[in-house]
């Protein structure tokens, strides 16, 4: 069974992205901001990081640069799902190391199609 | 030879401009009280609909998912029923961000409406010392140029805490792999 971390500093929006992500068969584990987000990514081998960017203590940016400077998270895919949607965000993004960018409200279908294909 | 504290015609118009500027910093904070009073009770309203959404959302979700984990799902009745259960729940799903993302809205607004308050009130209490010398107009200037200073920071930083969602409806949802 493949581990998601989850970072979001909302509980509603962590349940919503478990609920789904469960629902498919996944396992998930949360975080409520970057810092715990990179703790527990430390603790825990995970397959996939599902980001926000605007949380306290360590936004999503800071959290994909800190992955990607740890070798077991050089290769894993981090998706930034977030209410950001500009372009030069997504660059930001992009130039940070994340895999890919989506934005809120997501679509369960949505979310589980772009899940499955990055962890191909 | 004037005395010392009559005030010239130029103190008195300065005097005037000062006062002006304090009932207007008043109604304003006044007018603040009120919007930060009607979006807290919106906020209170929101989250009590979000909360029994939320438990409803739950106690469906949770059942859902143990029965998946547990195997059930071959022993339901009929699995067109599970999938219309998760249909629905999807659904459900977009629209409590929604809730979660209107409240996000409204604490960014409620911290923007309370630092601007803050600043007002700080204006305000500039202008309760009494003038040294109610003759010199310079003296008023001085008082109002510090109060709009006051104002003016209160503007610039009324972005600086708030982390309000930024998305619209035409970008929500959209997905970019790089």
Known sequence: MKTILAVDDSATMREMVAFVLESAGYRVIEAEDGAQGLDRATTTSCDLVITDQNMPNMDGLTLVRSLRELRDYKNIPILLLTTESSDSMKAQGRAAGATGWLVKPFDPATLLEVVQKVLR | ?178
């Open chain 2, 1 to 178: 030879m004037e005395e010392k504290n009559s005030p010239k015609p130029d103190a008195r118009d300065a005097a005037q401009a000062a006062d002006l500027l304090v009932t207007v910093a008043a109604t304003l904070n006044d007018r603040l009280a009120l919007t930060a009073d009607e979006l807290a009770r919106s906020q209170v309203l929101l989250r009590e609909a979000s909360s029994e959404l939320m438990t409803a959302f739950r106690g469906a979700a949770d059942r859902l998912v143990a029965a998946q984990k547990s195997g059930a799902r071959q022993a339901a009745p009929k699995e067109v029923e599970y999938e219309v259960v998760l249909d629905h729940l999807y659904r459900a799903v977009q629209h409590l961000q929604s809730h979660d993302l209107v409240n996000q809205l409204i604490d960014a607004q409620k911290l923007r409406v309370d630092k601007m308050r803050e600043k007002l009130g700080e204006a305000i209490s500039l202008s309760k010392p009494p003038v040294a010398d109610p003759a010199q107009a310079e003296q008023w200037i001085e008082r109002s140029r510090a109060m709009l200073d006051c104002i003016v920071e209160g503007i610039s930083q009324i972005d600086d805490d708030a982390r309000q969602p930024k998305s619209d409806r035409k970008h929500a949802g959209s997905v970019d792999l790089f």
